[in-house]
């Protein structure tokens, strides 16, 4: 069965640092374009950052760019997202997606739809 699973997420605190992992499962997606996007309580999930299949290609939202980076090791078949200098704002599920077949994606991460089931992160003031 081809799945996604997310990891790293928990319970820290305002200023600290947290690694997301999304391992890839049943299949590589060494060709695809991966991604992250977030859902926090009350609000609509939305775009975190997106990679190409190879790793040059990357977008992060502009409202976290400088503290989110995305990168993606196509040995481990895995996305991380690093997060650095977290707030309470950033509190969220967090969810892995990848394309189905495509290499590469956009600022909106529009043809990433196939989904992990997510992390959790809370952030304490």
């Known amino acids: 069965q081809v799945q996604l699973a997310e990891s790293g997420g928990g319970m820290v605190q305002a200023g600290d640092s947290l690694t997301l992992s999304c391992a890839g499962a049943g299949r590589s997606f060494s060709t695809n374009a991966m991604g992250w996007f977030r859902q926090a309580p009350g609000k609509e999930r939305e775009f975190v950052a997106s990679i190409s299949w190879n790793g040059r290609q990357t977008y992060v939202a502009d409202s976290l760019k400088g503290r989110f980076t995305i990168s993606k090791d196509n040995t481990r078949n895995t996305v991380f997202l690093q997060m650095n200098n977290v707030t309470p704002e950033d509190t969220a599920v967090y969810y892995c997606?990848?394309?189905?077949?495509?290499?590469?994606?956009?600022?909106?991460?529009?043809?990433?739809?196939?989904w992990g089931k997510g992390t959790r992160v809370t952030v304490s003031t």
């Open positions: 997606a990848a394309s189905r077949t495509a290499g590469y994606t956009n600022s909106d991460g529009d043809n990433l739809n196939k």
